[in-house]
Nanobody
Framework: QVQLVESGGGLVQAGGSLNLSCVASGRTFSAMGWFRQAPGKEREFVAATTWLGGNKEYGNSVKGRFTISRANARNTVFLQMNSLKPEDTAVYYC?????????????????WGRGTQVTVSS
């Protein structure tokens, strides 16, 4: 059974940092990433990475502030979030795809975690 389990969310003040983790079990994936969804808004691409080539992509709103990394041996992907802003407040979802390339479209990802809440206070 495939599972993606996120952890690391919480409440932080603006300018602070959080580090999210996602552990995958049940199979390996070609690429994994993070999306987020705030109340009343569409699910937004945050970052993704491929396993073999180490390619990484970031959403425009998080470039320069967030860093995605992976630990292949542990089938884990991390999202280091720095300089957090109130507009980063959302539920953050880990996602995985069997494709060899990174997609910015959430419909390309077939496995999802349950999400972890990130709240940034002003």
């Amino acid at each position: 059974q495939v599972q993606l389990v996120e952890s690391g969310g919480g409440l932080v003040q603006a300018g602070g940092s959080l580090n999210l983790s996602c552990v995958a079990s049940g199979r390996t994936f070609s690429a994994m990433g993070w999306f987020r969804q705030a109340p009343g808004k569409e699910r937004e691409f945050v970052a993704a990475t491929t396993w073999l080539g180490g390619n990484k992509e970031y959403g425009n709103s998080v470039k320069g502030r967030f860093t995605i990394s992976r630990a292949n041996a542990r089938n884990t992907v991390f999202l280091q979030m720095n300089s957090l802003k109130p507009e980063d407040t959302a539920v953050y979802y880990c996602a995985a795809t069997l494709s060899d390339y990174i997609s910015f479209d959430y419909s390309s990802y077939i496995y999802w975690g349950r999400g972890t809440q990130v709240t940034v206070s002003s």
